[in-house]
């Protein structure tokens, strides 16, 4: 949107978003739609508490400007299942990077190590 000051120069104006509002993309995939994406999967587990990261490396992932979607769980280490305990586990920043890494803040509001399950899935 562009908007002319009082001299009559055309300037670009800022974009605010209101609340339930999304803001146009910066950059990134430029905008552009991704139609058909082949998408792959895959699970990593980690012991902790409190906020800590962790790092992984995806097959086939396209670095830092790629799309990376992410989820986090409590798993029994016993069974193997996720489990939805007595502690809080969010999963904090997902930041894709060069190389097919990804990098991830996690936290377990818990005095001890849990054992924590990310769930990632991207686009090839």
């Not at 055309?10 to 993309?25: H, M, N, R, T, Y």
């Not at 190590?113 to 899935?121: G, H, K, T």
């Amino acid at each position: 949107m562009t908007q002319k000051t009082a001299s009559g120069n055309a300037v670009k104006a800022a974009v605010k978003a209101g609340p339930e509002q999304a803001l146009p993309s910066t950059g990134g995939s430029g905008g552009q739609a991704q139609f058909n994406p082949e998408m792959a999967a895959q699970t990593f587990d980690f012991r902790g508490h409190g906020i800590f990261d962790g790092e992984v490396k995806l097959p086939g992932f396209g670095g830092a400007w790629a799309m990376v979607l992410a989820n986090v769980t409590e798993f029994s280490p016993v069974t193997d299942k996720p489990i939805l305990g007595s502690a809080v586990v969010t999963l904090h920043n997902v930041a894709p990077q060069d190389g097919g890494w990804v990098k991830v803040r996690m936290e377990a509001r818990w005095p001890e190590d849990l054992s924590i399950r990310v769930q990632f899935m991207w686009f090839l």
